[in-house]
């Protein structure tokens, strides 16, 4: 079974440009979730979809931060304007229904390290 | 809020040594807690997963036990190996998303 599979694994940008980050989950996993984890940190989820509906938001910050799930697959999940404390590894991880959700793992991608200059 | 604690936060020990991980969380309310291990550069992987009903899980060396009512769980690791090394975080749902501890970073000397 193929795993979580994310893009690109590095980025290097300045602060106030734009960035962004894909990933394809593993094949049938309905839900899809994006973490921020800070070095030294553990990770904290930004949003989660179910499908292609956000089933929580709540940590992202929408003023500068979006993401999508078109077609309930892919997802990629955007910055604009980058500021220097947006440098961190971002995660993504799919499980295979949020409806069993307490019996089911979280897979994790390897993530993209974004460093801002 | 939840808060979740790891100690220590790192952890040198002799390869072959038995070891034990310590989380502790603040919220009881929980529906289960994980254990995952981070390597350098790379996502995270499920060790063990127990349900909130549970006591303990075991995989092959490891052991996680966990105390709902004392907010604590532990992973023990036995007869350490040099390819254990990683940061090992612990984390608890209660909503959907995953309150994850700082993690402990252990390394096993040959």
């Known amino acids: 079974e193929a795993g979580v599979a994310q893009s690109p694994r590095y980025k290097i940008i300045e602060k106030r440009q734009s960035v962004a980050f894909w990933c394809n989950p593993i094949s049938g996993h309905a839900t899809l979730y994006w973490y921020q984890q800070i070095l030294g940190q553990g990770p904290k989820l930004l949003i989660q979809?179910?499908?292609?509906?956000?089933?929580?938001d709540s940590q992202l910050p929408k003023d500068r931060f979006s993401a999508e799930r078109l077609k309930g697959v892919d997802s990629t999940l955007k910055i604009q304007p980058a500021k220097l404390e947006d440098s961190a590894v971002y995660l993504c991880?799919?499980?295979?229904?949020?409806?069993?959700?307490?019996?089911?793992?979280?897979?994790f991608g390897d993530g993209t390290r974004l460093s801002i200059l | 809020k939840q808060e979740v604690t790891q100690i220590p936060a790192a952890l040198s020990v002799p390869e072959g040594e038995n070891l034990v991980l310590n989380c502790s969380f603040t919220?009881?309310?929980?529906?289960?807690l994980q254990w995952f291990r981070q390597d350098p550069g790379k996502g995270l992987t499920s060790l063990l997963l127990?349900?909130?009903?549970?006591r303990e899980q075991t995989s092959g060396r490891l052991n996680a036990s966990l105390d709902k009512s004392s907010g604590r769980s532990t992973l023990y690791i036995a007869a350490s190996q040099p390819g254990d090394s990683a940061t090992y975080l612990c984390a608890v749902t209660r909503g959907y998303a995953l309150n994850f501890g700082k993690g402990t970073s252990l390394l096993v000397t040959p």
């Open positions: 979809f179910q499908n292609n509906g956000v089933v929580d």
């Open positions: 127990i349900q909130s009903s549970q």
């Open positions: 991880a799919s499980s295979l229904d949020v409806v069993d959700w307490p019996h089911q793992p979280q897979h």
């Open positions: 919220d009881s309310a929980i529906y289960n």
